[in-house]
């Protein structure tokens, strides 16, 4: 039995080798290619995990587009509709601005007006409208590749922050509940301005499963609830989940109820289950709040204060409700970010363990199909003692190299935290001491430092000028008030006994009573500066109103004053103190305002003030000796208004100086916060220098330690660590630092959080940078997309020409002898010579058996029975060609693998009783139980640390197995099978069209090259897919072998279960570890060569296609065309449409070539 039977026999995966090449439907029972039921244009396969890329794709035509006859089609057989209006015509390359995106858009237009074109043209023959069909299909459906970047990073690590500041926006939900860090987040592009989610739901046979681990978790075996308060412990975390769902059910009622109970509890719960729901918002705020009904606990819900006002007069109706994130399955959000438009696809993967095994599956599908794979972590643990190979740890390294994701290529390291920064630690690491620009940093914070202390003493003293000053104004005023009071009393006759100015004793006393009365004031107005601050100042404006009505300022005078000068420096506590303490120099105005109302004017008023403060004491000693009198009185009143003004004069001069004080404190404090910004972004930068080449080096090393290990174990006698086997040098890991908390306040994105702590430029926060990697890493694929799409369009549109063209003067006996030979179908009667249908229109087919105007051409045979012609003997040839393939691939796979699988098994083998035995004592026995009740997977994996000496037995042979070109040799064999048919077909042809023959077999062989080296693209995906799906098979047949053991592990209850479970699992597996991991190196072979066997499949139906185009392409040599004029005139205008096409697509071409000439020069 050939290996082609085998493989149609063996119930393995078939890998589809690209969507758009399926064969069509039978055409609609119809005269005219325009009014068939068009094939679907299919974009790129969806499934779980990778939604469609909405936008910078080049989208195909819609269903709906396709299904419909366009009315442009129809006018355009009338000539209404000129195809060159579907793309743009250039002159020169020199006009074209190159990007993968546009030359893809303008080439879909170019394929649309080919299209349009070749519909008014007859074809000749069905395989060659089938053929056709198929490619314009094919050229449509081809869009933007998108590439799926997988962000992992431990809790804390900063993740959320970075995304969102990548994005520019708030979108990544974020949440301190425990599950909402566990819940997958995926973030895609789209045009539209509004930012769209989808929250999935677990499925109720999944929440079914998690309950019943849940309801483990919480009751002990005895029946009795665990405490669950500490929500660090498996039954506090259970509790959490259980309690945010059915917040009606109390433990008690939990510990009496089943798992069915529990969900017919709530029925709207269980309608929730297996569904999704949609979420659009106008912008992130608004989505925020839509999401947090969802994503968020009952305590936690998002919104603004306002929002939260409203939310406490509905707390107690809003309490009693579920919480939905403990059942949210995965998140998915479209936005337009600019980082992602041209076609990543980032990716949120768990920062933690967690108990539902339906988000494990969801995160452990996106590692499958991830591009590039994203490790982040605080910047910090990078330069201490924390690295690279620390941080992925060594099954995740493994994993990543059997993946082929272990390089340079494919891993991203990013440094987070950046402004987390303490520049002591890191001057005196990095001794950054004598570094020039750092000295002068820290000279101009000494600087300021310096000047700073300088100002303060000039601001105490004014202050302390100024308070002196006061009081002597204070004592002025009580003495003016009793000369004038003792003026009037004199002037009415009335007696009079003076307190301040009283003779001997009596007139020290009155000072004394004076000199605390002033005490009494100004502790008052320092109480009063106090809840001025904290209150209205009330307090102060009492007492003052106590001591005069007339003279106190008004409440609101007075807060203007002290907020202005609290503006002046709002951070000093100190400067507002003295300057409301200085607010007694208002006082003097309201002192002129009390004079205005004397008998005395302004002025006079002021004169006298100025006398009486000057000579007070003086005027004291003189009244013990004199005699008062009215005119003695006037002096002293005289005296003292004018001591009032010229200390109101001083005071105004002491404030002046103390405001200027204060402005140049504030000037110098912001300028010593600046200069200490720019240190902080000096050694962070620095730090973030350090850290690049740290991380480089260590990445570098691990990957040696893993080659050294496998060198080790496969030549244990020759193994020399000092020779490299490969040039490590070269290997440079993309490594990234950044600061989102800085780059986020810099910009705006969240308001009310502050300045930047560390950083005052955006480029230094290092998310530029990020943002641009996110288009460098599509790049390749874009571009790849845009060369691939380009040579497709210009050899279907080079073979179009040549059929539209004819083949020029050839004898009707050379064209048949041609036909006879290499044709693969027998024409009907009516098509002998090739002619096309009557009608001029593109034939169109009905349905199968019923009568047809154009019949199924019949396959022709030869003398033997054989089918024979170009297509049939190709596909026999091929077939030949892929049954040495699978056995190539199988035969490599056994080479390169089969004698490690068994070694790899051997060692697990020996190491798992131990492996396990570690495992167990290295933990709580709670979480033991809870690693038991959940087969192996809780917060550690033990199914993966026993299959871990296996896998790293076959690590780095599987990664040099699957890196090397698994399909060179089947890519020469079957370009020799078409050379050798075309070869025969020059040879066979007549004199006459020797030279034609040769050019077509030319132009047939870069179609062939070009549509087998998509096939093999295609192909080589699949198997990449192929094995990172059988390279992680171990540790799920590992858990499956010890389903039993776990499960009669956790059947042991009462006193000294503990020790009983783990000594019957150690017995389970010391029993059965030989069959476990022999089963395990077999299951892996026999999945590698189902494989090989599905990857023959995908090729034999991608080959027969091939056959065919070969065929059509090769069918011009000797099919007739129609002579009528109108089909002349019709392949002229097509032949001039086809032309201009191809000079446009060379131009593009010429355009790529010299934007890759200038990148390389840039980069260089």
Known sequence: ?????????????????????????????????????????????????????????????????????????????????????????????????????????????????????????????????????EELKSLLGQGTPTTMIAVCGATGAGKSSTLN????????????????????????????????????????????????????????????????????????????????????????????????????????????????????????????????????????????????????????????????????????????????????????????????????????????????????????????????????????KMQLLMDGNYDANSITFIASKCDDISCSEVIRALNLDDDPELEAIEEEIDQSKTETEEWKAKKAEAEAAAHDVNEQLKQSRDILQEHQEHLKALEAGESFEPKLTAKAGKAKKAMDEASAKSDSDSGSDSESEKDDEEEDNEPENKKRKSKSSNTQRPAKKLRASVDSDSM??????????????????????????????????????????????????????????????????KTKIEEVKQAIKDGRVQLSVFRQQRKDAVDMLATLKKKQNDAQRRKNAFCSLKRSEFSRDVLKADFRTGLKDLDDAEQEQKNPD????????????????????????????????????????????????????????????????????????????????????VFLQGVGEVTEADRLAMKDQWESYAPDEEDRFGIASSDGAWPEYEDYGQEKLYTMPQTKVGPDGEPIGVAPRLRKEFDAVIDKCVEELQERFKEGLEEKCQIGAANAASAAVETSDQFAASMHWATYRATLRRHGMWRQDLNVDLSNPFTRQIASSWSRVFESDLFASFEQATMDVIKQLIADVEASAAPGLKDRAKGQGELCLEEARGALRKTLDVVSEAMNTQQKEISRCLAPHVQGQLVDGYDRAMEERGRGSVARQKAVFHDHIDSLKDEIFTGAADLIMDRLAGAATAVGDALDDALSDLAMKIEVSIAVLWEGVRDDPEQVKTRAEVVEIVT??????????????????????TNA
């Not at 009014?35 to 396969?45: F, I, S």
């Not at 109706?317 to 579920?322: E, F, I, L, R, T």
């Not at 951070?571 to 004079?595: A, I, W």
């Not at 013990?624 to 003695?632: F, G, L, Q, R």
């Open 1 to 133: 039995m050939s290996l082609k039977e085998n493989r149609g026999n063996r119930n393995v995966l078939y890998i589809k080798p690209e969507p758009e090449e399926a064969r069509i439907a039978p055409l609609a029972q119809s005269r005219s290619w325009q009014a068939e039921q068009k094939p679907v244009v299919k974009p790129e396969p969806v499934d779980a995990t990778r939604p469609p890329a909405d936008a910078p794709a080049v989208k195909p035509e819609s269903v709906a587009a396709q299904r419909q006859p366009l009315k442009k089609d129809a006018s355009l057989s009338e000539g209404a509709l000129d195809p060159r209006s579907l793309y743009k015509v250039y002159g020169s390359a020199d006009e074209i601005q190159y990007a993968p995106e546009d030359a893809l858009k303008e080439g879909m237009g170019m394929v649309k007006a080919l299209k349009a074109s070749i519909k008014k043209v007859d074809l000749g023959s069905k395989m060659r409208a089938d053929v056709w069909q």
């Open 165 to 396: 500041a990548i994005l520019d926006d708030n979108i990544v939900p974020t949440s301190g509940m425990r599950a909402c860090t566990a819940v997958v987040t995926e973030i895609g592009y789209h045009k539209k301005k509004t930012i769209d989610g989808d929250v999935s739901f677990l499925t109720e046979k999944e929440w079914r499963e998690e309950l019943s681990v849940l309801l483990d978790d919480l009751i002990d075996e005895d029946g009795n609830l665990k405490r669950s308060t500490d929500l660090r412990t498996d039954a506090g975390v259970a509790w959490s989940k259980v309690h945010a769902v059915y917040p009606s059910i109390s433990q008690e009622q939990l510990a009496r109820m089943s798992v069915d109970q529990i969900i017919s509890r709530d029925q709207k719960i269980a309608k929730l289950l297996g569904t999704t729901k949609h979420i659009s918002a106008p912008d992130s705020k608004t989505f925020g709040k839509e999401i947090s009904k969802y994503i968020d606990s009952k305590d936690q819900k998002r919104g603004d204060k306002k929002d939260k006002k409203k939310d406490k007069e509905k707390k107690k109706d809003k309490d009693d409700g579920p919480a939905y994130w403990p059942l949210i399955r995965q998140v998915r959000v479209w936005c337009n970010a600019k980082a992602l438009s041209t076609g990543a696809i980032l990716v949120d993967l768990p920062g933690v363990a967690d108990a539902n095994a339906a988000r494990n599956n969801i995160a452990k599908e996106y590692m499958k199909k991830c591009d590039c794979v994203w490790i982040l972590a605080p910047i910090t643990r990078a330069v201490d003692d924390k690295t690279a190979r620390d941080l992925m740890g060594d099954a995740f």
């Open 568 to 633: 002046m420096d709002v951070d000093d506590d100190d400067d507002f103190e003295v300057e409301d303490d200085l607010t007694f120099s208002d006082d003097d105005e309201d002192m002129e305002k009390q004079d205005k109302d004397s008998s005395d004017s302004d002025s006079d008023s002021d004169s006298d003030s100025e006398k009486g403060s000057e000579n007070g004491d003086v005027d004291m000693d003189d009244v013990d000796n004199e005699e008062v009198t009215p005119e003695i009185l």
């Open 718 to 801: 020759t193994f020399d660590p000092s020779v490299n086997i490969r040039d490590y040098d070269a290997i440079d890991l993309p490594v990234f630092t950044c600061s989102a908390r800085d780059y986020v306040r810099i910009k705006g994105q969240v308001k009310g959080d502050g300045d930047p702590t560390c950083f005052t430029k955006v480029d230094d926060t290092g998310v530029p940078a990020l943002q641009e990697w996110c288009h460098q890493l599509t790049i390749s694929s874009r571009s790849r997309a845009a060369r691939n799409f380009l040579t497709h369009l210009n050899t279907f549109a080079k073979n179009v020409r």
């Open 1140 to 1161: 201009e096409i191809l000079q446009q697509v060379e131009l593009w071409k010429a355009a790529e070539g010299m934007s890759r000439a200038m990148a390389t020069y």
